[in-house]
Antibody, heavy 117, light 111 residues
Framework: QVQLVESGGGLVKPGGSLRLSCAASGFTFSDYYMSWIRQAPGKGLEWVSYISSSGSTIYYADSVKGRFTISRDNAKNSLYLQMNSLRAEDTAVYYC??????????WGQGTLVTVSS | QSALTQPASVSGSPGQSITISCTGTSSDVGGYNYVSWYQQHPGKAPKLMIYEVSNRPSGVSNRFSGSKSGNTASLTISGLQAEDEADYYCSSYTSSSTPRVFGGGTKLTVL
């Protein structure tokens, strides 16, 4: 069955950096686009970033453009999100998600990122 | 402000039917048949309930159905059960600078 397991979250000071990882299993990772989606405490879902199956096409939300970098390693079945210049408003649960045909179909359990001094 | 507009809350009694709306524009909901609906229980990850406007993934109850008219998509839950109490989010493919947009979410209360 499809499994997505995020790791790397934690407490970081404003201006700091963090790298999230997502380990995928149960499907052919290299065949799928992947996304990072976040949810601030008590708030709704916010799409963050998206990468094509080969890694050649990448999109970012305006709120993270220039600060976050998405990448993937198809040989390791892994997705990453490098987050720099973190702000308090980046505090959220970050979900790794699989993209089918224009549909985000499977989500990981999420990893909490807290940006606070 | 979310790109897609949903009511903040809806409620219904067990056995009743409810409908949640999701309003966008011709650049997202109205322009493509790629509307999805997600159910999220507290502390849990979202779960796909409807994709491509009206399709149910394997394992999702047929009490859940989706439709679309113009720039508004709808999720209908019939025969409400206590376990349906959750937050529901719509999402759409979009031709804007980002490939996905979400609605602000709707809290469903089963009375």
């Amino acid at each position: 069955q499809v499994q997505l397991v995020e790791s790397g979250g934690g407490l970081v000071k404003p201006g700091g950096s963090l790298r999230l990882s997502c380990a995928a299993s149960g499907f052919t990772f290299s065949d799928y686009y992947m996304s990072w989606i976040r949810q601030a405490p008590g708030k709704g879902l916010e799409w963050v970033s998206y990468i094509s199956s080969s890694g050649s096409t990448i999109y970012y939300a305006d709120s993270v453009k220039g600060r976050f970098t998405i990448s993937r390693d198809n040989a390791k079945n892994s997705l990453y999100l490098q987050m720099n210049s973190l702000r308090a408003e980046d505090t959220a649960v970050y979900y790794c998600a699989r993209d089918g045909t224009a549909t985000t179909d499977y989500w990981g359990q999420g990893t909490l990122v807290t940006v606070s001094s | 402000q979310s790109a897609l507009t949903q009511p903040a809350s809806v409620s219904g009694s067990p056995g009743q039917s409810i409908t949640i709306s999701c309003t966008g524009t011709s650049s997202d909901v109205g322009g493509y048949n790629y509307v999805s609906w997600y159910q999220q229980h507290p502390g849990k990850a979202p779960k796909l309930m409807i994709y491509e406007v009206s399709n149910r993934p394997s394992g999702v109850s047929n009490r859940f159905s989706g439709s679309k008219s113009g720039n508004t998509a709808s999720l209908t839950i019939s025969g409400l059960q206590a376990e349906d109490e959750a937050d529901y989010y719509c999402s759409s493919y979009t031709s804007s600078s980002t490939p996905r947009v979400f609605g602000g979410g709707t809290k469903l209360t089963v009375l």
